[in-house]
């Protein structure tokens, strides 16, 4: 129950107990004396005192099992019903007490309840005037008329107090309607302040405030309140796969990138009473944020956030190609450099000890630098799906033999016990080879990097739906909670003095986690500080995006043909 209808049941509750008081003495007063009914009725009226003050009781009013209300409709009538039954008489005033009743059902029940309650009336009625245990009690005129006036005294009162009610009701819903204009116009003048676009929808996908922002988007003119999203805004992602705003709306929060508008919406068109006067963008770029508003656990309303990433995607590719670019230049004389200095470091060469610690330096420079190309390049071209899926059926063992054979004398020098085990039954998968052993090779090499004693242990099991779970487990520092919300991010390294002490590039795990999407593959982090890290990567039976569909095909084809 809302705090407004509690306050209303209040007020009225106070009102059916004050009337009560009213009929209670009104009813006292016109009894006559020295008649055979005086002392039931003086009884009646005692009961009904009795159970007017039980109405006062907080602790009763709170029960779940007493329904006040219905009890005090009933009372009222039965109230009525006993009084008319010792006068003998359906022509006198105590019938209209009746009315209270009535008023006081349709207050709570609507028609409905006004039309149940006259049934019962009807039959109390016609009951009493058969039941007549006392002879029929004459009152006098004065006492008649008293009754009569006081009767309508009591009804005047309720239905004024009612009155009174519905206008304070009418005032307050007044006040709401203002304050909700209010709110709404600063919420307009709030999302016009935002540089993105953004649009509240309902629940059934209509329209309710849009700001300017999303008027420049669509390029529409006019009013877009109560006009469906899905008519206003057609996109579609790089697949050509058109959005489904009921599906997108209905699974909020969510989080969509690389939408842009369909080509068919480009044109001159009108939806509605609104118009588009200029075609739509279709070089622009959205990532689209969709948060519900829910009330008592139902979505009310939506949030729909449209974020322009044309000109940061712009940027990112002139960043990809100028890495590209000088990643391939610089590889011709870092080789011709690296191949110098080790000529310079033979022994034949009979250098001083310290022209060779300075070469030696200068060539273990040479050959980072020449790595970090390598990074560089290979993440231009998993970030432009620029390595071919040449799919194959891969054993597990074979790939973690291979991983592990390239850093088997580097853990040695570090006295780390490199392993590594395969649960039998693990499958083979239709996948490729080359982007799990890179990224195998990330984890290990991080691993032996940031363990200072101890063991890397890789392992390889049985996953979900008949695909394979790798890991790498290491007994070094671990990473905090904090770094590991950021671990898979761009050039991202944690903060500390084993990362600055180590160095590196920060782009190992990014390439990593690009690799593992390509192939449909997941990949996450398992860390406490001061027990090591293990990282996760979860291939499953066919690794393939939509466009590799047809290559998949081709190599189970060609899988099964060898094996027959």
Known sequence: MSDATYDQSQQYNNIIRQTTWIVLA?????????VAQTIPMLILVAVGALLNLFCYSTWLLQRQWF?????????????????IIMVGRTDLAYTGLLGIALVSATFWYGIRGMLIMFTMQALLLSTSWMVRP???????????????GGILIILGILLARLTHMQRIDRQTLDALDDRLRIDEARLAALINTFEDAIAIVNSSGKITLANTAFLELTHITGNLSDHDLSEILHLQNKQSSKLNWTDALHSAPQHLTDYRIETSATTDKTVGDLSSPNPHDNNTTLDINISSISLEKQADSYIVRFKDTSAERSLNEQQSSFIAIASHELRTPLAFIEGSLSIALLPQTNLDPKTQEILKKAHDSTLFLSGLLQDLSTLYLAENDAIKVQLQMVDPRSLIEQAMADFTEQA??????????IETRTPTVLTTQYHILQILRNLISNAIKYTESGSVHIHAEPAENHGVLFSVRDTGKGISQRDQQRLFTRFFQAENYETREQGGTGIGLYLSSELAKRINSRLWCESTLNEGSTFYLAVPPFS????????VVTAGVNNILTQI
């Open 412 to 421: 040695k020098q570090k006295n780390l016990v490199l392993s590594s085990d």
């Open 26 to 34: 009104l009813v006292l007063f016109t009894i006559p004396l020295h």
């Open 134 to 148: 006392y002879p029929e009690l004459s009152t006098s005129p004065v006492r008649a008329a008293t009754l009569a």
């Open 67 to 83: 329904p006040e209300k219905a009890i005090t409709l009933i009372l009222q009538n039965l109230f009525v019903a006993a009084i």
């Open 544 to 551: 393939q995006l939509q466009r590799d569909r047809a290559e």
